[in-house]
């Protein structure tokens, strides 16, 4: 059974940094990738990480704020996110491809998701 559980969202004030992992299980796993969805909008890329060559994409909005980095061994993939905005406020949802290494902008692209966790930012 193939399952992707996120954890480590919360509430902190602007500025501050929350790391999210996302621990994915039942097999192995292509490119990962996390998205996010703040309330009326639409789902949203924020960044993703291929398996191989462990190259990485980001949204602008969170480039150089934003890491994501994975543990093959694990099959755990993480976002470091710092100085965190009011409107970085969503729930964040991790992704995984099947066999596909690559990594996708596009949330139809990604076979599997987790449950999502709230990340709430104070201003």
């Known amino acids: 059974q193939v399952q992707l559980v996120e954890s480590g969202g919360g509430l902190v004030q602007a500025g501050d940094s929350l790391r999210l992992s996302c621990a994915a299980s039942g097999r192995t796993f292509g490119a990962m990738g996390w998205f996010r969805q703040a309330p009326g909008k639409q789902r949203e890329f924020v960044a993703a990480?291929?398996?191989?060559?462990?190259?990485?994409y980001y949204a602008d909005s969170v480039k150089g704020r934003f890491t994501i980095s994975r543990d093959n061994a694990r099959n755990t993939v993480y976002l470091q996110m710092n100085s965190l905005k009011a409107e970085d406020t969503a729930v964040y949802y991790c992704?995984?491809?099947?066999?596909?290494?690559?990594?996708?902008?596009?949330?139809?692209?990604?076979?599997?998701w987790g449950q999502g966790t709230q990340v709430t930012v104070s201003s």
């Open positions: 990480i291929s398996r191989l060559s462990g190259n990485t």
């Open positions: 992704a995984a491809r099947g066999p596909a290494n690559s990594a996708s902008y596009s949330p139809s692209a990604y076979d599997y």
